[in-house]
């Protein structure tokens, strides 16, 4: 087991608009922000994007990984992760599950490429740049 404490983080409260590119908008945030480490707690909107990502067997580690692009009107039932710094970038990892027409539902891991459709909006917690 790993245990770290989290001192003095800030709380967020983050909204995109239509048409805004999830992940750069995360990117940005994080950056204006000036954060070494930021976790989305929480979030709802609706996305017309998302990139699935998910495990396609469990016979080796790593497993190997598929993608599955969905282009619908969606609701976003969920999405957390994590944003930090590495190598000069910042790296974002998120997981989500999104329903189309209250019915369908899609999740995983999600790459880079979603787009939201109405709004997002997001609790974030962030760790300043120490």
């Known amino acids: 087991m790993q245990v770290t404490e989290l001192t ?38 609706s996305l017309e994007k998302i990139i699935c990502n998910y495990p396609i067997t469990c016979t080796t580690m790593p497993p190997p990984v598929k993608s599955k692009t969905i282009e619908k009107f969606l609701e976003v039932n969920g999405i957390t992760g994590e944003m930090w710094r590495e190598n000069n970038q910042v790296r974002v990892h998120l997981h989500g599950s999104v329903t189309h027409e209250g019915e369908t ?6 790459a880079d490429g979603a787009k939201v459709l109405v709004q997002v909006e997001m609790v974030v917690m962030g760790l300043l740049e120490q």
């Open 8 to 45: 003095q983080p800030k709380w967020y409260k983050l909204r995109l608009g239509p048409g805004s590119d999830l992940f750069q908008g995360l990117r940005d945030f994080f950056e204006q922000q000036k954060l070494e480490r930021a976790f989305i707690l929480s979030s709802i909107g």
């Open 105 to 110: 539902l899609f999740g995983g891991g999600m």
